[in-house]
């Protein structure tokens, strides 16, 4: 019985580390322009695609490289670039989806379609690009089981946790003690003032969605560890069920979207421990309904408030 | 002049709120601009500050020198950064989610005069020493009054040299109103601070300034001397109760 009890524990915490990981990114776009990105969720998607090339490429499968890299060392280098390459996506839909928008000053709805958009042309692109076959993530990490009484937990899974939580960390150091998250904070509470400040606006917007597009690509490269077989609508479901997280914590709160994503994690497998696992997703949606139903603004959130 | 108005005319979408004003403040002046609600005091302010369409007005005609220099195609972050004019606007636009001295200390966020910030944080905290009482409470706890000197504390605080105030007295107590005009005539003669002032309050406007402009609905009507226009019947009539 307790084995079963942790072995559900550290699953709820493997699933709420993605749904976490992704969002926080939701969550720091909300905060900024007060714009649901729904592009997001295809943002982790694209991460796990640009992981998949950028380690078999360093793996030597394309004959790029006269030689084949070690697999600790593929993967050294593919957290860093594949960051780098899926933010350089993130941003490059905020300048040619977002910003021209922004600039005609355009009703937030239309800004949400644009984002819907946005996502449903990456998923087909990549359908379009890459064909309908799905690619198998090579294994940059050896797997090891570890067995402790009759629970069993493989390195790979503790390792997105903690990646998890870490990267969360870091977050939060860069939101609540530099001075571009205090920035960043200042434009969701009140847009017109920052750059009266001096502050460049899209400077900062910029910098958002470089930090929400990372984030969701070490999502991408956890899940593909995890789950090693990618294909073009892998980030339509976990993008909503991440973008519902954010929302039952508080959107307007990082605080609030990652303990989101851990509650999402845990209603999931406790329904499964006691369901069908048909009923997953009905009565996990349900569950936070109720949630919300009970403090629309989320666990985190408040309302905010103006002074005459 | 330091700023120079040249026949401006701005317009929201395709209503014209400012007829081609032209006015102008020199170095270390205090001008004011009085005038009813409407009449496009804040509009002028905005102009000045670049704040971008569509929340901002378009230029449609005219020009904006500062120093000799047209700032029309200067960014918003740049009219701060780069020619050191800074706004505390009408409404306050404290970032309320943030402390006050964060408040504060994001102000300084483009500055390039590090070594000089410290001694801002002095001025500001003499001036205002509520704010210091108050420097590690979230700023949307503050009262109204303490929230204004925030606004005006963080325009000193991007180290700008040239002011622009929308109704800084606007929800004082009037204690506070005249602590406030007294801070800021030290600045003034101390700092040599140009301030550019809008003010409901006319009578106190025209007390504290130098010049003043009169506008009404997007013209300006008359200009002259602070004494000039307090004793002008149409002034007299029209803004300082007969």
Redesign the interface.
């Known amino acids: 019985m307790l084995e079963s009890v942790i072995q559900n524990i550290l699953n709820a915490l493997q699933w709420g580390s993605y749904y976490s990981l992704i969002a926080l990114g939701y969550c720091l776009v909300y905060g900024v322009l007060l714009l649901i990105n729904f592009a997001h969720g295809d943002i982790f998607m694209v991460g796990a695609y640009i992981a998949f090339f950028v380690s078999t490429l360093l793996l030597g499968h394309y004959g790029f490289l006269p030689f084949a890299l070690p697999k600790g060392l593929v993967l050294a280098l593919t957290i860093p670039l594949t960051m780098f390459l899926t933010s350089c996506v993130g941003v490059f839909i905020e300048r040619v989806a977002y910003r021209p928008l922004r600039r005609k000053g355009a009703n937030r709805l239309y800004v949400v379609i644009t984002a819907l958009m946005a996502g449903l042309i990456l998923e087909n692109g990549n359908l379009a690009l890459l064909g309908a076959s799905r690619k198998n993530f090579p294994e940059l990490l050896d797997k090891t089981v570890y067995t402790l009484g009759s629970v069993a937990f493989t390195n790979v899974k503790i390792i997105v946790i903690l990646a998890a939580f870490l990267v969360f960390w870091l977050l939060n150091f860069i939101v609540t003690k530099t001075k571009i998250g205090m920035a960043m904070r200042a434009i969701s509470y009140d847009r017109f003032a920052v750059p009266l400040m001096g502050i460049p606006v899209d400077t900062i917007i910029v910098f958002t969605f470089v930090l929400g597009s990372s984030m969701a690509a070490i999502a991408g490269i956890l899940f593909a560890m995890s789950y090693p077989i990618l294909d073009p609508y892998m980030g339509a479901m976990v993008g909503w069920k991440a973008f519902i997280a954010a929302v039952v914590g508080g959107i307007g709160d990082i605080r609030g979207a990652f303990v989101g994503g851990f509650i999402l994690g845990f209603v999931e497998i406790l329904v499964v421990a006691f369901f069908p696992s048909t009923f997953r997703d009905l009565i996990a949606f349900t569950i936070l309904l109720i949630i919300l139903s009970i403090k629309p603004t989320g666990i985190f959130g408040v309302a905010k408030t103006t002074k005459i | 002049m330091l700023l120079e108005i040249k026949n401006l005319r701005v317009k929201y979408g395709n209503i014209e709120a400012l007829h081609g004003i032209s006015f102008g403040v020199k170095k270390g002046e205090i001008v004011t601009l009085i005038g009813a609600n409407g009449a496009g005091k804040t509009t002028t302010l905005h102009t000045i500050?670049r704040?971008?369409?569509?929340?901002g007005p378009r230029v449609v005609e005219g020009d904006i020198l500062y120093k000799g220099q047209s700032m029309l195609k200067v960014?918003?972050?740049?009219?701060?950064?780069k020619l050191k004019i800074?706004?505390a606007?009408e409404g306050r636009?404290?970032?309320?989610?943030?402390t006050v001295e964060?408040n504060l200390?994001?102000?300084t966020?483009?500055?390039k005069d590090v070594e000089r910030i410290p001694k801002d944080y002095e001025l500001v905290y003499r001036l205002f020493p509520r704010l210091y009482e108050r420097r590690k409470q979230r700023s949307?706890s503050?009262s109204?009054g303490e929230?204004q000197m925030l606004a005006v504390g963080?325009?000193l605080m991007?180290g700008a040299n040239f002011l622009l105030l929308d109704e800084p007295s606007m929800?004082l107590a009037p204690l506070l109103m005249y602590e406030m005009f007294r801070a800021l005539k030290e600045l003034n003669q101390k700092e040599g601070i140009t301030i550019l002032l809008i003010e409901q309050n006319a009578k106190l406007a025209l007390e504290f300034a130098h010049r003043g402009y009169v506008l009404d609905t997007g013209e300006i009507v008359l200009a002259g001397d602070s004494k000039e226009l307090m004793n002008n019947p149409e002034v007299k009539k029209a803004y300082l109760g007969g």
Do not use: C, M, S, W
């Open positions: 500050t704040v971008p369409p569509p929340e960014e918003p972050h740049d009219v701060v950064q800074a706004l606007p636009h404290i970032f309320g989610n943030l964060e200390k994001l102000a966020y483009a500055r949307e503050l109204g929230q963080r325009a991007t929800g």
